[in-house]
């Protein structure tokens, strides 16, 4: 079992834990407490489902990072050119120390959106100035 699943599983366990105490409170008393109590069971079931449909799936994630890096590499290519770097939190080899990071805007546009190092000396050598 992978962190993913782990993570998911702990969710229905918190979900489980909720509702199911609502629901025997439900099943105990009568009239408007009983119908009150599987309402509130069921809108909450509702929300989880919701909530469970519009989470992307690891598929959709891998999908839009590899779509991002396809985007990041040329654009790093060409600001910092003779650069050696990698797509990772450390995308420089001459600078081990910093973590630039890089986001893909709703226009497609490559931006830095973070930076941050392991010690406060750093200079950053690759922080460009606009």
Known sequence: MGPHELIEWILYEIFGLIVLPIVVFGLVKTGKKRM??????????????????????????KAQIQKNVTVVKPYLAKEFPGEKWTISTVPFQNEPDAAYEYKVNLEGRVELSGFHNKNDTHEFKHLKHD
């Open 36 to 61: 009150l109590a599987l309402m509130t069971a069921g809108v909450l079931c509702l929300m989880f489902g919701s909530f469970l449909m519009n989470q992307p799936d690891e598929e959709d994630i």
